[in-house]
């Protein structure tokens, strides 16, 4: 009897001591960032219909490829909601949006039906071009999420908008390095998302993508986390993030003003949710 308790507590233990069994992997940052010291950080409160006036636009990371832009006019920008099962992130309740981009049919970016409050929706190539949406003037910029010109993968829309003179651009999942022809179509970014756990995104690729676009904050989005589920991601700790200065936020939110952008490429590390 001793003999079978020792055997079932000890292949117990064997399960949850064993790396992918019995618990998610947590998120490892690089060394030189898990021993950095995070700058104080000002965490907004939820965002609500009145805003104090040059507060700045309200960034909440929802998970995965999904960001939530809010302007100081309470204008509501959703970007590549995941859909149901594609991640293991919970969708958030009762979610209302003014305006959705959506990069590519992909499952785990094109979850919009979700959201409330009967948003204008672009959806993947109908993004392509110059459009006006609740007074926000943005463009989509066709790409692919393979180097193959999307004969793998299909087409990838990047996004570059202008919310309370910040200029933004989110790459989607964007697979191969920017053509200068596209460069120019989107521009200068003062907030760059880059999807960075991509597997068919090389780090040289997005590396160059914040200089060629003149980028002051880059956020990294949907690399590998517990909650990342099934999709393809590498986790943050074998993504080469260069020697780009960083600031931790020990929140999933952030707010971006104008007068805070950093003078040159500066990682702004968002606590996953």
Known sequence: ???????????????????????????????????????????????????????????????????????????????????????????????AADVVLISSESADRSGGIRLSGNPQLFRSVAGVGSHRANGIIFRGIRTYRDGRGGRDLGSNTVYAFELDRIRFVYLGGLGHRLTKAQVNEIGRADVLFVSVGNPLLKSAEWHRAVEDLRARWVVPIAYRTAKSGPVEALPLDEIDLKDYPFRKVPSNMFTFSRDSLPDKATLLLLEAP
């Open 1 to 95: 009897m001793e003999r079978i308790l020792f055997s079932n507590l000890l292949g117990w233990w064997l399960v949850l001591a064993s790396p992918g069994l019995g618990q998610e992997r947590a998120v490892v940052l690089p060394e030189r960032i898990a021993q950095g010291h995070a700058e104080p950080a000002s965490v907004p409160e939820a965002a609500t219909s009145q805003r104090a006036v040059g507060s700045g636009v309200e960034c909440r990371w929802f998970g995965h490829g999904f960001i939530y832009l809010t302007s100081e006019s309470g204008v509501r920008v959703a970007l590549d909601p995941f859909d149901d099962g594609a991640v293991g992130y919970d969708f958030p309740i009762n979610l």
